[in-house]
């Protein structure tokens, strides 16, 4: 088993920046890529940011591109989620997923991830 640990999450201003992380630990393994995604009220789950563990390849949401950037550390088994110029339609539970085999579902496939954290809430205030 692998737990996902999100935190960082909290109320700030549009137009502020708030940095999340998760932690993962339990099972030792190759992870292949972790990801964020997010749940506003109301909608569906939507994937923010993804990376790949090794190559560190990456991919954004449209919406976020140019605000956002996602980044893994090794030592701590961490991968963090920079939010900048945020806006009120970034406000949601945002998750953290680790995929950890290669699979042929797209990195912004919420199918194609094995295990999730609890969640931490972002509000944006306008």
């Known amino acids: 088993q692998v737990q996902l640990v999100e935190s960082g999450g909290g109320l700030v201003q549009a137009g502020g920046s708030l940095r999340l992380s998760c932690a993962a630990s339990?099972?030792?393994?190759?992870?292949?890529?972790m990801a964020w995604f997010r749940q506003a009220p109301g909608k569906g789950r939507e994937a923010v940011a993804a990376?790949?563990?090794?190559?560190?390849?990456?991919y954004y949401a449209d919406s976020v591109k140019g605000r956002f950037t996602i980044a893994r550390d090794f030592a701590k088994n961490t991968v963090y989620l920079q939010m900048n110029s945020l806006k009120a339609e970034d406000s949601a539970v945002y998750y953290c997923?680790?995929?950890?085999?290669?699979?042929?579902?797209?990195?912004?496939?919420?199918?194609?991830?094995?295990?999730w954290g609890q969640g931490t809430q972002v509000t944006v205030s306008s």
């Open positions: 997923a680790v995929r950890v085999q290669f699979n042929h579902y797209s990195y912004d496939s919420a199918g194609g991830y094995d295990y």
């Open positions: 339990g099972r030792t393994l190759s992870r292949h890529a």
């Open positions: 990376i790949t563990w090794s190559g560190g390849t990456t």
